[in-house]
């Protein structure tokens, strides 16, 4: 694969006079940089686009916690800096949130939980804290495009782990045991994953956690979506467990779980020695994630839950719909049924196509964002990433527009 930038694929040349060596070894995640391109495109020729792309959900932010950031905006601590570890109250939240939904139990909420401007943030600081140049970061393939780019990014050097496919993205052991050698420092992934749907189960994080300590690892674990699970799937993370909660980095955001994407905060719980060091990271990138987004998390964690449920319902509709509408189009796409989050990593039946090119013919020729499953790690080469967080009425009108973008798509 000549690049692994859908910008890059359009043609354009990235400056590299006066920029960091280590700046252009990295690229904005191609799941951004389909909804710029989108919004280029839109621009110039006035076309409507449904995006199955970046996993924003269309609910609106509950109105108990609008309520309470409408409070908060009459505060006036709410225009200044929080403590930069995040507001002591959030994280005595946080707290009984991980005690009660994943029995994580003594936790110091003051020594052991930071605040962060989202996920994203949480997760750059916990690889920055960890790895130095050259050190080796475990990553499933498929996983997550921004961890890769943030491995680069951090001096690291991703060691791609391919998960089996045809048993719905299982971890493959002996291939995890073959990538490690004495430079590797962490395991990093996403569970439930981006961008597979996949839920690894309780009995493939223990293995997990048995791994990192016999080679000596930090686990990295992305839990963003530990709430959106379907089937009676459950959740079970690393860090409940006593033995390696030392060297466990639980990262985690309230984007998805309350549609407070554009909020920016998260958070993480890990071992005071590591949050020690995560917090110096942090002051130098942001100083504090902002007030009122920290103060819109307390308003979402004392709210009633049920409108978490809900949001669950709405997807699982989505699942079915999205899933429904591929098995229409199965001479072009498979697909492994997702237990979790709400993204799908179809696999298109076309494979001399580079995923790039494919996402961006069918953006400009059908007016739908796709993400090029190439972005996501070698195997994710031949696979595009659809995600169901739109509306069921977007995703009517996007397959609509598939179906009829098919019909005059020459197969190779």
Request: with cysteine; proline share 5%.
């Amino acid at each position: 694969m000549k690049h692994r930038s859908a910008i890059a694929a359009t043609g354009h040349k990235f400056r590299t006079k006066n920029i960091s060596k280590r700046v252009q070894k990295i690229v904005i995640s191609p799941i951004k940089e389909m909804s710029i391109l989108a919004d280029l495109f839109q621009e110039k020729t006035g076309a409507d686009i449904i995006s199955f792309g970046q996993g924003i959900p269309y609910f609106d932010t509950p109105s108990l916690i609008k309520k309470g950031i409408k409070k908060a905006l009459e505060q006036l601590d709410t225009a200044k800096y929080t403590l930069e570890p995040g507001i002591t109250e959030l994280r005595e939240l946080i707290t009984k949130d991980l005690g009660k939904r994943k029995r994580i139990e003594n936790i110091e909420a003051k020594k052991e939980i930071m605040i962060n401007t989202g996920c994203q943030e949480t997760v750059a600081c916990a690889l920055a804290s960890t790895i130095d140049e050259g050190n080796e970061v475990l990553l499933f393939s498929p996983s997550f495009a921004s961890h890769i780019e943030q491995t680069i990014q951090f001096g690291g050097v991703p060691k791609f782990v391919p998960l089996i496919e045809e048993s719905g993205w299982r971890i493959n052991f002996q291939k995890l045991k073959s990538q490690t050698s004495k430079k590797t420092k962490v395991i990093l992934f996403s569970n439930p994953s981006n961008p597979t749907g996949s839920v690894f189960t309780e009995k493939e994080v223990r293995q997990l956690a048995d791994f990192a300590k016999k080679y000596d690892l930090i686990i990295i674990t992305d839990e963003t979506y530990d709430f959106l699970l379907y089937d009676d799937v459950k959740h079970f993370s690393p860090a409940s467990l006593p033995d390696v909660r030392d060297r466990v980095i639980l990262c985690s955001s309230f984007s998805k779980r309350y549609a407070l994407t554009g909020y920016r905060v998260g958070f993480a719980f890990a071992d005071q020695g590591i949050i020690d060091h995560m917090l110096k990271v942090h002051d130098a990138l942001t100083i504090c994630a902002p007030a009122i987004s920290q103060k819109a998390a307390i308003s979402a964690l004392k709210s009633d839950q049920s409108s978490v449920e809900e949001f669950v319902r709405k997807l699982s509709f989505n699942r079915e719909l999205m899933c429904q509408k591929l098995d229409e189009l199965k001479d072009f796409f498979e697909y492994q049924k997702p237990m979790g989050a709400y993204y799908i990593l179809v696999k298109y039946k076309f494979p001399k196509i580079n995923s790039f090119d494919l996402a961006l013919k069918i953006l400009y020729e059908a007016r739908v964002i796709t993400i090029p499953g190439g972005a996501f790690g070698p195997t994710g080469n031949g696979h595009l990433r659809f995600s169901f967080a739109c509306s069921p009425q977007e995703i009517e009108e996007g397959f609509k527009r598939l179906f009829k973008w098919a019909t005059t798509f020459p197969i190779p």
